[in-house]
T-cell receptor
Framework: LAKTTQPISMDSYEGQEVNITCSHN???????ITWYQQFPSQGPRFIIQ???TKVTNEVASLFIPADRKSSTLSLPRVSLSDTAVYYC?????????????FGTGTRLKVLA | EAGVAQSPRYKIIEKRQSVAFWCNPI?????LYWYQQILGQGPKLLIQ????????DSQLPKDRFSAERLKGVDSTLKIQPAKLEDSAVYLC????????????????FGAGTRLSVL
């Protein structure tokens, strides 16, 4: 299973774009990158998943360079409600043995 | 669409007592997971069910933890006897069949049960 490394915490101001980078140097060919968001007193919530290049949805964008050894979650124009912990997960979602291994995540604090 | 339901939301017990948590997954989700999340850490998988069969329980402390999923729907997680270090949030999650979504192996989490062992 690919090991991931993320910053422990980040601060940002409302209206700014936030980029959270995750390193996964030993990512395997069949692995995907998936990001989850967790608010206090709630379970994690799926944000976005990608394999290569760029993926965008209504919440975020995910940028994956050609070597796939890292990925960047981009949150456009954050608000106070985006204050949460963000987890990067790497693995083969088509594998019958795939299981999520959550690290400590990145604690994002959005300031007014 | 109803989410993953868990109960109770909070539970306080004394060490060596027993406790049980209940989970009702999203309708149609065959895969169900139980996680333990200790304060300040990410969730740790305890057990994974596919329908009513166990797929992975390698991190379940089987001397005190047990889980079942009768009829492939609801599930219960039990701790007997509880220790102080079991204080955590217990999260239940479920996954839809792969053909339901573009993104794969997405897990939908409940709000969790916060357990305090005194």
């Amino acid at each position: 299973l690919a090991k991931t490394t993320q910053p422990i915490s980040m601060d940002s101001y409302e209206g700014q774009e936030v980029n959270i980078t995750c390193s996964h140097n030993n990512i395997a060919t069949n692995d995907y990158i998936t990001w989850y968001q967790q608010f206090p007193s709630q379970g994690p919530r799926f944000i976005i998943q990608g394999y290569k290049t760029k993926v965008t949805n209504e919440v975020a964008s995910l940028f994956i360079p050609a070597d796939r050894k890292s990925s960047t979650l981009s949150l456009p124009r954050v608000s106070l409600s985006d204050t949460a912990v963000y987890y990067c997960l790497v693995g083969d979602p088509f594998s019958g043995t795939y299981k999520y291994i959550f690290g400590t995540g990145t604690r994002l604090k959005v300031l007014a | 669409e109803a989410g993953v339901a868990q109960s109770p939301r909070y539970k306080i017990i004394e060490k060596r007592q027993s406790v049980a948590f209940w989970c009702n997954p999203i309708s149609g989700h065959a895969t169900l997971y139980w996680y333990q999340q200790i304060l300040g850490q990410g969730p740790k998988l305890l057990i994974q069910f596919q329908n009513n069969g166990v797929v992975d329980d390698s991190q379940l402390p089987k001397d005190r933890f047990s889980a079942e999923r009768l009829k492939g729907v609801d599930s219960t997680l039990k701790i007997q006897p509880a220790k102080l270090e079991d204080s955590a949030v217990y999260l239940c999650a479920s996954s839809p069949p792969r053909e339901w979504t573009v993104a794969k192996n997405i897990q939908y989490f409940g709000a969790g049960t916060r357990l305090s062992v005194l």
